[in-house]
């Protein structure tokens, strides 16, 4: 049984990728634990590691937002305040790469027709020679880097990781050699912040990798999902990981919801995963192998450090709420980080025997206090509505996701 510290433990945190969907989950997850555990400062944390969206959680704790304040910028969508971030940003097409690649059409079709004319060469062979012209990315990321950088340069914040008063490190993949790359290491700490989530966030296919130092990088999570070992090999004590992407079991017919928006909890008929069409099994087996090797990687981490805490947050297989979203919607948003915080807040009331005695070794507490309070929330809880009031509800909901697309494009013409 390992004993309490004497000394000041280090902490680290690990956050994974996935998507606008894994960062309103970390955000709300995040919440949770700030709320719950006392004697645990998540803006002074020894090391921080990102991977993806993860890096874009990781960053902005490193430069000193809390977690409510990640809350109030990303989820709550304040475009008044100075810390407002829209996911709708990274929806914007990637007309550069598209018309960068559209230019060597005419030169590719050219040579391939006079081939095919000449016989020189097959329908096959054809297509693949005209493979160059095609993007290597629908939508554009570059406002992570723009607006990220506008975000990290206000008082008291820095885009630089050679200023920062704690350690961060945001992997990417170099994609000419596969490797792992960990922007904030030396070498490779003169790289800003929000180029390194830029390039850790370049998911492959979504968006077209990204240039830095006349290399190109793409999503960290290509090698590996977490990269915790980047902290454990320093030295860390306690390492808290979040990982927002799970597979969904679907064969729990129904599942009873914690919490949505201060509706009671109800059930639910989950359909089969193949009804959902090709995203649904894309996304379902690309949540599988992700998360099958991360916990290969976590049953490595508990063999290799043994001196270590290491602890682990995530989803619950069996529930819906993170798997049937669309997290570009702004009501959605809301209740699905609200579903974190409350998933959180109970994952941690199940676990709290084992776990009040591994946090209380680095000085952590529970509250037990927080986690048994049934009227606490992340975001206001709304009345259950009349009908009358749904269909408002509803018709609110619509117009406010449209206010913010036109926001947006406002925002983009100017």
Same mark, same amino acid.
């Given at each position: 049984m390992k004993a309490a510290r004497q000394t000041k433990p280090r902490i680290a945190m690990a956050l994974a990728g996935g998507g606008p969907l894994g960062a309103i989950y970390e955000v709300?997850?995040?919440?949770?634990?700030h709320d719950s555990l006392a004697g645990l400062d998540f803006?002074?944390?020894?090391?921080? *590691? &990102?991977?993806s969206a993860g890096g874009f959680i990781a960053a902005a704790l490193a430069n000193g937002l809390t977690p409510h304040q990640l809350c109030a910028s990303f989820i709550e969508g304040d475009a008044d305040s100075n810390d407002f971030f829209d996911p709708a940003w990274l929806m914007q097409p990637a007309y550069d790469e598209w018309a960068r690649r559209g230019i060597m059409l005419p030169g590719l079709l050219?040579? *391939? &027709?006079w081939d095919m004319l000449t016989r020189r060469t097959t329908a096959i062979r054809a297509l693949e020679r005209l493979a160059p012209a095609l993007p290597t990315g629908v939508f554009s990321n570059s406002q992570v880097d723009t607006q990220l950088s506008r975000l990290f340069s206000q008082d008291g914040?820095?885009?630089?990781?050679?200023?920062?008063?704690c350690k961060l490190t945001l992997v990417a993949t170099h994609l000419d050699s596969a490797e792992a790359v960990a922007f904030g290491s030396k070498g490779w700490d003169h790289i800003s912040i929000s180029k390194a989530v830029q390039a850790s966030s370049a998911l492959p296919g979504l968006f077209p990798p990204v240039a830095i130092d006349d290399q190109y990088f793409v999503d960290g999570a290509m090698k590996k999902t977490m990269h915790a070992s980047v902290a454990l090999d320093e030295g860390a004590d306690l390492l808290i990981c979040l990982n927002p992407l799970v597979p969904f079991d679907a064969t729990a017919p129904q599942y009873k919801r914690i919490m949505q928006a201060g509706i009671p909890a109800e059930k639910r008929n989950i359909p089969r995963i193949v009804d959902g069409g090709l995203p649904a099994v894309l996304s379902q087996t690309f949540r599988s192998m992700i998360h099958s090797r991360m916990e290969l990687g976590m049953k490595h981490y508990a063999h290799a450090y043994p001196d270590t805490d290491i602890v682990l947050i995530e989803p619950d297989h069996r529930d819906p709420e993170l798997y049937l979203a669309n997290t570009f919607s702004y009501a959605q948003r809301r209740q699905l980080a609200e579903h974190a915080y409350q998933q959180t807040r109970q994952l941690l009331r199940s676990r709290k025997t084992g776990l009040s005695a591994q946090l209380h070794r680095h000085g952590i507490q529970l509250r037990h206090d927080v986690l048994d309070d049934p009227k606490r929330h992340l975001c206001a809880p709304r009345k259950s509505p009349s009908r009358l009031g749904q269909a408002l509800g509803t018709l609110q909901d619509v117009m406010e996701d449209l206010s913010h697309v036109v926001r947006h494009e406002t925002l983009l013409r100017h």
């Open positions: 709300g997850a995040l919440c949770a634990l803006n002074h944390l020894d090391h921080y *590691v &990102g991977v050219a040579s *391939v &027709g914040r820095t885009n630089d990781f050679r200023k920062l008063a």
